[in-house]
């Protein structure tokens, strides 16, 4: 059905679930997955002093963590006997998302939630709402 699917990979406890959904796409076709994860570029405007040195290593610690993620995600797809590629990027998360699955023509997003609702997601919006009403293409929102 699909021949090109994105894994957007962002927190621990929905990895999971989207490796699950997106091995129940792939397993029975020659699908291409590729698990993205995205982090920020910035960590905070807002506060009055920070050494240089420690908005740095903060940034690194995050590529690092990011890394480690798709790493472990990949490890998970590969042992169920699917090749996924991974990719990371920087930068505010739903545009970043955006534009990797159309600038590589992806057919489907798979993405989580983190289940905000209401008043929160209004306030503070939401990766998964922002990416499923912009796509070019089909987007799976796992809870």
Known sequence: MFEKIMV???????????????FEM???KQTQVTL??????????????IPEHFL???????EKASLEQLQQA?????????NPETVQLQGDPAHELLNYARDTEQQLIIIGSRGLRGIKEMMLGS???KVSQLSSCPVLIVH
């Open 74 to 82: 990949k490890s998970k797809l590969l042992s169920a006997g699917i």
């Open 8 to 22: 957007a990979i962002d927190q621990a406890e929905i990895t999971n679930k989207l490796l699950d959904a997106a």
């Open 26 to 28: 792939a397993r029975y």
């Open 127 to 129: 990766v998964s709402h």
């Open 36 to 49: 993205v994860n995205v982090s920020q570029e910035f960590v905070s405007n807002g506060m009055t002093y």
């Open 56 to 62: 740095e290593e903060m940034l690194n610690e995050m």
